[in-house]
């Protein structure tokens, strides 16, 4: 999931195509459908991204009691209005005004505190939880941002790798001197591990793949302190995708989709993406890697229309496509997030699909 940041943004107006009260407010490359005439281009507004939850005052405020996502009816999703993907909310809430909004854009100001916005946090299944430990060592994995949301994020023809982004629960694992942790995303935000248990899910990812095994090796080639192995765990009990495989098998489906590590200094780096599929492929003990979709110059458009589509994984197009997932072909820092040069784009389809599950 990507960062929740409530900021204010300068808009450009554009028409829409199917309605005459509807206009489209562009930040970044999102587009909010709203009423026609409540702004022109060059105006101040904040931008409320997808996955944040409003409170209720505010949902009152802007008009939007019983027609928010969620059992309260307070989430912000994508949705489809005359046709048109409406993803966020464009307002200028009560509680801002007089705020000088362009000054708070300069300051890089988060107003979700200021309105009660938090983020959406999914619920854990009990088959995807499990007694947890301090992983104090455990090597943490990163929020990614949307390239909708921050378009200058990559330069055009910087030399890009694009995988697809498989719709599972993401599986941390490190392997230390003293030992070795399994995570996943919520947890390991929280400094947190699984304990090891053959019947969780992610164990039996982690072990039914050999992935240890593999770590160490990495370990080796590298002359890590500690390896991270990252990957998605998917199949049908997972997600409401599930590309062919069954969690509740032995060996639930599994693909790897970034590799970390670190030296006796503790700085983190992490495996380049142009190298990532061949270091994999290069050990004895042979890792399922995400389907690398595209490889060259970054180009905006094509990326846009590559998240779109169907699946690669099940080798069968079962199911529609979440997106892709865009990092330089060499690691590089992003002075736009401020962290690494990886952003998503996710598709249409896919958010707007019906009966979509969204575990962590």
Known sequence: MSTLRVTAEQLAVHTHPNADALELAQVGLYRAVVAKGRYKDGDWAVYIPEQAVLPPDLVDELGLTGRLAGADHNRVKAIRLRGELSQGIVCVPNALAGVDLAAAHAEGRDFAPDLGIVKWVPPIPVHMSGDVVAAGDLLPWIDIENIKRYPDLFTPGEPVVATEKIHGTACLYTLTPDGEYVSSKGFGGKGLGLARDEKNLYWRAVLGHRVPEAAAKLAAIFGA??????????????????????????????????????????????????????????????????????????????????????ETVSGTGAHLREGVVVRTARERRSEVTRGRAVGKLVSDAYLTRKGGTEYE
């Open 225 to 310: 302190e500690r390896v991270g192995v990252f990957g998605e765990v998917y199949g049908q009990g997972v997600q409401d995708l599930g590309y062919g495989a069954k969690a509740t098998a032995e060996l639930p489906g599994y693909a790897v989709f970034d590799v970390s590590f670190s030296d006796a200094s503790g700085a983190v780096r992490w495996v380049d993406a142009a190298e990532l599929a061949g270091v994999l492929a290069g050990l004895s003990v042979r890792l399922p890697v995400v389907p690398t979709l595209y490889e060259g110059p970054y180009d905006e458009a094509a990326l846009v229309a590559l998240a779109e589509g169907r």
